[in-house]
């Protein structure tokens, strides 16, 4: 007979626990009532399989390395063309380093042409229209150099190498070389993208300019001088004063009989004064 927990509907009813099964100790508060389970001791891992063998490079693949040769052989080709002997590594780096960077244009202008033509490779005609945009190529002066070149043999072309400079004499070290430069208090919130000042060789030298003394006989001159200045600043101030006084004057008394009339129609009124 299985007990049931109580419920609201019958409060006073006993409850009775459901019998645990053999080999499970007592239960303890927090403890699922779930019998213990058996568990499987671990398996080892089975061994990992090597991973498969590379498979050998393709003889027709491009390396890196094939490519920079080729590049390298073709700009030693055109520069013989153009009647140069010899070439410094230098250049020829930069030749190298821009013919690569045109191909990698056309190829890219190729791949474009391919992808509007929902092509995942491009072909021969993408890449005709990729060098008829740029301007001074013109695919059928290609094709006149190509059938030359197959008619006429390739001949050997080396590059001299130019014989390496002179060493250059060794320069003195600057005063400042391997020392932390002072930084003035002035300059130590500036923000870090500001170039510091140049190191202290760069600078000019020059001599500082000869400042005559003075004198007391200059500064007794130069007082005498300021004093005159004031002088005639003041009889000029005066002078001009007194000219615009005349000149109101004589207005005044050729009309003033006109402006003042009242001051002569009241003389001879009698004042009354009233208690």
Known sequence: MQAYPPTPYYPNAPFFPPPMPAGVGPMTPGTPMFPSLPQRPPQPKPPSSPPPPLRPQDKRAVT?????????????????????????????????????????????????????????RANGLDMFEAVSEVKGLDIAGMRRTSKKRKRTKMRSTALVTPKSPSPQPELLGSDDEGTQPPIPMTLRWNPPHIP??????????????????????????????????????????????????????????ILGGVVNWEAHVHAGYKKWKVS
């Open 196 to 253: 510091k000042l140049p190191p202290k060789h760069t600078y000019l030298r020059n001599t500082a300019p000869i400042t005559k003394p003075r004198t007391q006989a200059s500064s007794a001159l130069d007082r005498k001088l300021a004093n005159a200045a004031l002088v005639q600043e003041s009889l000029r101030n005066l002078i001009e004063s007194t000219e615009d006084k005349e000149v109101f004057g004589r207005d005044g008394d």
């Open 64 to 120: 890196p390395d094939t490519a920079r040769i080729a590049l390298q052989r073709i700009v030693i080709v055109q520069l013989k063309a153009a009647g140069f002997d010899s070439a410094p590594t230098s250049v020829m780096d930069v030749l190298c380093s821009e013919t690569e960077a045109f191909m990698e244009m056309l190829a890219e202008r190729a791949h474009d042409y391919a992808n509007l033509a929902s092509r995942s």
